[in-house]
């Protein structure tokens, strides 16, 4: 094709795509039947990793659930029952360990089958600024929420791809996407879950596999419990999530193969303005934003509490 049909081309289908864009707005599309499929989550035994799994579980799903936290899983299971799971399965997985996922995943293989649905959502946070973290908290950090990723899929895609069906959801954040004054590794290794989980969607696309789905999944701060203490300037505009909110739009999301969602919106127009605007208009919006100084908060508040790692 030449120039000018391949430019004509991709304007007329830009207009066509945000016109489907405009009407989405008013009339969701529509939600895809989950009911049977294998959902694992990792993180499984509390917050928004606990919250999605019970809403899998009403849909009538194969439930399996990873967390280092024995007690947690145990309960994420029960309320999991409850809720009409089919069938729900827990293992202890250290999800930072490569050797370790691999070997838990060949068991969940061989005792539940193949996972149709992968949710990366295990996370952890130093709760450190970049210098006064110990390298091994910084390397803890990029092996759970950023190389887990690559374990798992290079553990389920396979069967995936060999169906041409799955879908594969990455618990990213806002801070994947926007760097965060005193958060340097979490930023990191958030930016690399979402680079990593865009390319591998696209080198699916490309490979016509268009039966493997992707989520990237990146919320500001959520109230579980994970930043406490961290405040927003400016509640209206950025909220501090509700973990109910956000897990009906990840649901929302999943269920009709959106690939990127953001939390709130207002992010939409911030990494859009990150990236468009000049270095100095950049740093007086988030100052204005308050992005340059709600974690400081946080890192008064983590003084007072009982160390997490
Ligand atoms: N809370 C927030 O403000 C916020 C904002 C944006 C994104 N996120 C992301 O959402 C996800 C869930 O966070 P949450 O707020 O529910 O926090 P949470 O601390 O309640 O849940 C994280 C879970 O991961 C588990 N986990 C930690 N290390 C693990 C490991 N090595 N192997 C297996 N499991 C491990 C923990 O035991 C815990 O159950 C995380 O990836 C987090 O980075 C959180």
Known sequence: MNFFLETLQVLILSLWYNIEAFFRFFIPAKRKNVAGEVVLITGAGSGIGRLMALEFAGLGTV????????????ETARLAKERGAIRVHYYLCDCSDKNEVYSVADQVKREVGDVSILINNAGIV???????????????TMEVNTMAHFWTYKAFLPAMLANNHGHLVSIASTAGLVGVNGLADYCASKFGAVGFAESVGLELLATGKDGVKTTIVCPYFINTGMFDGCQ??????LPILEPDYVVRKIIQAILTDQVFLLMPRSMYLITALRTTLNWKMTSLLGDYLGL???VDHYYKNLSLLPKRH
Request: aromatic letters at 8%; hydrophobic letters at 35%.
């Open 126 to 140: 130093t709760g450190k600024k970049f210098m006064d973290a110990p390298d091994s908290l910084v390397e803890k």
């Open 232 to 237: 927003t300037k400016w509640p209206t505009l």
């Open 292 to 294: 340059s100084d709600r």
């Open 63 to 74: 439930l399996v659930l990873w967390d280092i936290n024995q007690e947690g899983i145990k």
